[in-house]
C-alpha cells in the first residue's frame, strides 16, 4: 500500500473560518496528501465568509457559536447528521483522522470503530489548561479526564513536539505517540524581511528594541503575563517598546494593559513576515502551545525568543543559545523571572544579534514537505497493522 492508497477523512472543528497555526498546519498537510495523489475529505463547520479557502473539498458539519465568553468566532461542531453519514458512507475513508476532541470527533470516532477503520488523533492544543483562563481552573482535572478517554480509544495520537509527547504519556493519554512537527516557509519568515520604514511608520527608531508579541488576542495566550512582565520592565527602566501583531476578543483588554504598545493588527503572509522580522525580540509567554509556529517563524526571522519553558518552546528554545526558556511552574515568580530573561536583550546589541542568527539556523531544519510525511507514514502503519491483525 502507498500513500495513492489512501483514503482520509479529516474533521476538524476549526478548518478555515478562523486563521490560527493548527488550521493552517491541516491545511498544508492537506496540500501535501492530495499532491501525493491520496484521497481527502474534510469534515468541518463551514460559515459565509472564512478567513481563507479551504484545501481539499470540505463537507459541513452541525455547529453552533462557541457558547463561552471571549470565543464567540470558533464553532463548536454538533454531531454527525444523515447527510454527513451518508457522505462517509461514499467517501469509504480507510483512515480517520481526528484533530480536535469535539462532539462530532467523538462521534466520528465511534463510527470508525464500528466499521474497524484506524483512528489518528493529533494533538494542537493543551485544552486541559483552558479553564485557568476563564476562572473555571477546578474543571482542568474533569477536562484531562474527558481528554483521556477520547484519545485512548484512537490507534496512535501525532504531537508536534517531544516535549508535548512527554507530556501526553504523563497524562497517561495513549503509548502510541509521534512527532507531527511544523514547518516554516523561510520565504516569508527571513531576516531580510526587516523593513525600517515599515518601523518608522509604526513608531519605531532605528535605535529601539521591539518586543514582539504575536498571536491570536485571546487570554490563554499568556496576555496577562505579557503584560505584567513588560510593567515589570518598565518599573526596571530597561528600554524597548512592545510591538503587538494581531487582533482577537481581548484586544481592549490587552491595549489597557500596555499603554504605549504598538498595535500593528492582524497580518497574514509576506505582511506578516515584514512585521515580525521588523521586531526585535519576540516573548511568548503562553504554556497552553504543543509547538508554538509562532516561535519558529520568530526563531526563522532571526529573532531571540524569551518563552516559558513549557510543551512546544521546549523542543524549539535552545536555552542560552537561542534564548531563554523561563519556569512557569510558580505563577508569582513567573513575569519577574521573564522580565530578568528580556532585560540582557533589550540593552545588550550583540547578544541579541548573536542568539537571533543561532535561532535562524536552527530554524531552517523545519521543511513542510518531510514534516509531513511523518504524518502519512503513520497513516500507512496504521492501516497496514489493522490488516495484519
Not at 1 to 24: K, P
Not at 30 to 46: I, W
Not at 111 to 130: C, G, Q
Request: aromatic content about 8%.
Amino acid at each position: 500500500m502507498d500513500v495513492t492508497d489512501l483514503r482520509i477523512a479529516l474533521f476538524s472543528g476549526n478548518y478555515n473560518y478562523t486563521r490560527d497555526g493548527a488550521n493552517q498546519a491541516l491545511n498544508r498537510l492537506a496540500g501535501y496528501l492530495l499532491k501525493r495523489g491520496a484521497g481527502l475529505r474534510v469534515y468541518a463547520p463551514v460559515v459565509a465568509e472564512p478567513d481563507f479557502p479551504p484545501t481539499g473539498d470540505l463537507v459541513n458539519v452541525p455547529n453552533v457559536r462557541m457558547p463561552v465568553k471571549g470565543r464567540g468566532e470558533y464553532r463548536l461542531p454538533l454531531r454527525i447528521d444523515d447527510r454527513v453519514r451518508a457522505d462517509l458512507d461514499t467517501f469509504k475513508p480507510n483512515l480517520v483522522h481526528l484533530s480536535s476532541p469535539d462532539p462530532v470527533a467523538h462521534a466520528a470516532l465511534k463510527w470508525a470503530r464500528e466499521r474497524d477503520i484506524p483512528v489518528l488523533a493529533s494533538v494542537h492544543t493543551r485544552f486541559e489548561t483552558y479553564p485557568r483562563y476563564y476562572g473555571l481552573g477546578f474543571l482542568e482535572p474533569a477536562v484531562e479526564a474527558i481528554l483521556r478517554r477520547f484519545y485512548q480509544r484512537c490507534d496512535a495520537l501525532v504531537a508536534p513536539s517531544q516535549s508535548q509527547i512527554e507530556e501526553l504519556r504523563a497524562q497517561r493519554m495513549h503509548d502510541d505517540i509521534s512527532i507531527w512537527s511544523r514547518g516554516v516557509d523561510r520565504t516569508v519568515f527571513h531576516p531580510s524581511k526587516r523593513d525600517h520604514k515599515w518601523r518608522r511608520a509604526h513608531g519605531l527608531a532605528d535605535d529601539d528594541v521591539a518586543i514582539v508579541f504575536l498571536g491570536r488576542l485571546v487570554m490563554e495566550k499568556g496576555l496577562d503575563v505579557f503584560a505584567e512582565t513588560i510593567v515589570q520592565l518598565r518599573q526596571r527602566q530597561v528600554p524597548h517598546k512592545v510591538l503587538v501583531i494581531g487582533d482577537g476578543p481581548a484586544r481592549e483588554w490587552f491595549e489597557k494593559a500596555l499603554p504605549g504598545g504598538i498595535f500593528a493588527g492582524f497580518k497574514t503572509g509576506k505582511d506578516l513576515g515584514q512585521a515580525l522580522a521588523s521586531g526585535d525580540i519576540f516573548f511568548n509567554p503562553s504554556i497552553t502551545e504543543t509547538f508554538g509556529n509562532v516561535t519558529l517563524e520568530a526563531m526563522a526571522c532571526g529573532l531571540p525568543v524569551v518563552a516559558a519553558g513549557a510543551t512546544g518552546a521546549a523542543s524549539l528554545v535552545q536555552d542560552g543559545a537561542t534564548g531563554r526558556l523561563v519556569p512557569p511552574d510558580r505563577p508569582e515568580l513567573f513575569a519577574p523571572a521573564c522580565a530578568e530573561a528580556l532585560a540582557p536583550y533589550c540593552t545588550d546589541d550583540n547578544l541579541r544579534l548573536l542568539h537571533g542568527a543561532n535561532g535562524e539556523e536552527a530554524a531552517g531544519a523545519y521543511t513542510w514537505d518531510a514534516i509531513n510525511q511523518a504524518v502519512v507514514d503513520t497513516y500507512l502503519r496504521l492501516i497496514a497493522g489493522r490488516r495484519g491483525s
